[in-house]
Nanobody, 125 residues
Framework: QKQLVESGGGLVQPGGSMRLSCVAS????????MGWFRQAPGKEREGVSC???????HYGDAVKGRFTISRDNARNTVYLQMNSLKVEDTGVYYC???????????????????WGPGTQVTVSS
């Protein structure tokens, strides 16, 4: 059974940085495209970033140039480095396995994805 557990969330000031981690168990990350989604209160869920099995990456327009996704297959872990954080980056961040990783974030989710429980990121002064 695929399980994903996110960590690294918390409170950070605007302009600060934070790194999220997602550890997978019950399966090997190597062959899966992985993604990060987020959902802010009162807003729709949106794709943040994805990385395919060959380490190719895509980003949502709102985070391009500020966030970096990476994977460490040996540790079965995916990371999301978030820099220059803004108040509007606040939300629950979810790690997702088996996404359709391409340049269109609205297509990343599909019926075969597996989701972690999420970690709260709050950007506030």
């Amino acid at each position: 059974q695929k399980q994903l557990v996110e960590s690294g969330g918390g409170l950070v000031q605007p302009g600060g940085s934070m790194r999220l981690s997602c550890v997978a168990s019950g399966f090997t990350l190597d062959y899966y495209a992985m993604g990060w989604f987020r959902q802010a209160p009162g807003k729709e869920r949106e794709g943040v970033s994805c990385i395919n099995s060959r380490a190719g990456t895509h980003y949502g327009d709102a985070v391009k140039g500020r966030f970096t996704i990476s994977r460490d297959n040996a540790r079965n872990t995916v990371y999301l480095q978030m820099n220059s954080l803004k108040v509007e980056d606040t939300g629950v961040y979810y790690c997702v396995a088996n996404v359709e990783c391409n340049s269109h974030p609205y297509t990343w989710n599909n019926p075969d994805t597996s989701w972690g429980p999420g970690t709260q990121v709050t950007v506030s002064s």
